[in-house]
């Protein structure tokens, strides 16, 4: 079964601070993607990635990095954390058009 | 770009009732859709997925329905339980590798015994 684990599964961080959200999958799949989902909404996609070692922007990549040092790990990493980007990250990772996603990272700036 | 409208936004049903949800997007070239559930404090869970080659699809007291002339998708639970009480959202995409989801608002289900 495919299985996309993510870490850590919350997180408080202070304004300004750094933070780095981690995800592994273990599906071989070349794609992986990090989303947004805010209270009551859907998910926005943050940043993606076809390729080791490679990322592209979604459609909300502002205040984002990602980082893919491997086929099986992507990290959002998000430098100057704001009030705003209190949120839950989703990872996904994908063959061909389905998407498979991680449990979720709840992070909370305070 | 591509734009998905998911209604309603809240359903309440009996259990044993059916209970439909609806998308419609925008983009004609969309052939991918698929169902997603997430229940409380989970990640999004894949119910069902079609190509665009397939009218209807069923599968464990779920039917998918696509209508590519209206460019509407639907959901319908058939026999609902509470167990079935969570957030849906239908997905869209492009059939091609690695193509970017399109989700819909997301429908928020109860399942009153």
């Known amino acids: 079964e495919a299985a996309v684990t993510q870490s850590p599964r919350s997180k408080v961080a202070v304004t300004g601070g750094k933070v780095t959200l981690s995800c592994h999958q273990t599906?071989?799949?070349?794609?992986m993607y990090w989303y947004r989902q805010d209270t009551g909404h859907g998910l926005r996609l943050i940043h993606y990635?076809?390729?080791?070692?490679?990322?592209e922007k979604g459609d909300i990549p502002d205040g984002y990095k990602a980082s893919r040092p491997s086929q099986e790990n992507f990290s959002l990493i998000l430098e100057l954390a704001s009030l705003s980007q209190t949120a839950v990250y989703f990872c996904?990772?994908?063959?061909?058009?389905?998407?498979?996603f991680g449990p979720g990272t709840r992070l909370t700036v305070l | 770009g591509e734009q998905v409208e998911q209604r309603p936004p809240h359903l309440s049903v009996r259990e044993g009732d059916s209970a439909i949800i609806i998308c419609t997007y925008t983009?004609?070239?969309?052939?991918?859709f698929s169902w997603y559930k997430q229940e409380a404090g989970a990640g999004l869970q894949l119910l069902m997925s079609?190509?665009?080659?397939?009218d209807r699809k069923e599968e464990q007291g779920l039917t998918v329905l696509l209508n590519k002339k209206d460019k509407r998708l639907s959901l319908n639970l058939t026999a609902a339980h509470p167990g079935d009480s969570a957030v849906y959202f239908c997905?869209?995409?492009?059939?091609?590798?690695?193509?970017?989801?399109?989700f819909g608002g997301g429908t928020r289900l109860t399942v009153r015994p």
């Open positions: 990635s076809y390729v080791a070692d490679s990322t």
């Open positions: 997905a869209v995409s492009y059939n091609n590798a690695g193509a970017k989801l399109t």
């Open positions: 079609v190509l665009s080659n397939v």
């Open positions: 599906n071989n799949h070349d794609y």
């Open positions: 983009d004609s070239a969309t052939a991918y």
């Open positions: 996904a990772s994908s063959d061909w058009g389905v998407q498979y």
